[in-house]
């Protein structure tokens, strides 16, 4: 059975996901002590089946973790190796010669961190509660490898979000590509939706005052 979901929540989610993506923004330029921006250049749902075909067959960074309090699921946030080697050389302030060094791959594991939790943190204050979490694992593989450990236990009217984004750092003149997806539980994220005031929701995203 397909997910069902309002017209109206569509709006909704769109805003959980950019406000989820300013945050990462805003956490990976505190962490790299430079100003950053982002771009959105998509946002998609799509079935979990196709995120191999998403992620791709070359091998990439991903940093992946379960979702423990609603509305479950999994998160991802994949980037390739450039991206990698950009990050590596802007937090550990070192350039990238061949190898990462140890002190390069620390930096990259903590951008994972500190970027996975400033996306579930805007996914979260934009919905008013608290989503805790642990650390992600981050790995280097392909896009099969990342779905077969990651959603073997996903249900069939699961759906997908998929946010392709570029993180601007102009001072360095960098543009970082990170691609994010999250694969909530279905019943939980439905319930999340339903539980939102849409016409007060509406109201707050144009700065209006709800009546």
């Known amino acids: 059975m397909p997910l069902l979901?309002?017209?109206r929540q569509l709006a909704v989610i769109n805003e959980l996901i950019k406000d989820g993506a300013s945050n990462v923004a805003s956490s990976f330029g505190t962490l790299a002590g430079v100003e950053t921006t982002i771009d959105i250049q998509s946002l998609a749902f799509v079935d979990p089946d196709d995120l191999s075909d998403e992620i791709?067959?070359?091998e990439v960074y991903a940093a992946t973790i379960d979702l423990t309090e609603p509305p479950y699921g999994s998160f991802m946030l994949t980037f390739s190796d450039e991206t990698a080697a950009a990050v590596a050389e802007l937090v550990a302030g070192e350039p990238v010669d061949g190898e990462?060094?140890?002190m390069q791959e620390s930096a990259l594991q903590e951008m994972c961190n500190i970027?996975?939790?400033g996306f579930i943190d805007g996914f979260a204050n934009t919905l008013d509660t608290t989503i805790n979490m642990?650390?992600?694992t981050l790995k280097h593989t392909d896009g099969q490898a990342i779905v077969d450990n990651q959603l073997s236990h996903v249900r069939d009217e699961s759906i997908a979000i998929v946010l392709d984004s570029t993180v601007c750092v102009p001072e360095r003149n960098k543009k970082l590509e990170l691609h994010v997806y999250l694969v909530p539980a279905p019943g939980a994220f439905v319930n999340l939706?339903?539980?939102?005031d849409l016409d007060a929701f509406e109201s707050d995203s144009t700065g209006?005052?709800?009546s």
């Open 5 to 7: 979901v309002d017209v």
């Open 115 to 117: 970027c996975t939790s």
């Open 100 to 102: 990462l060094t140890s």
């Open 56 to 58: 791709g067959a070359e």
């Open 193 to 196: 939706l339903d539980n939102i």
């Open 208 to 210: 209006e005052i709800p």
């Open 134 to 136: 642990g650390t992600p």
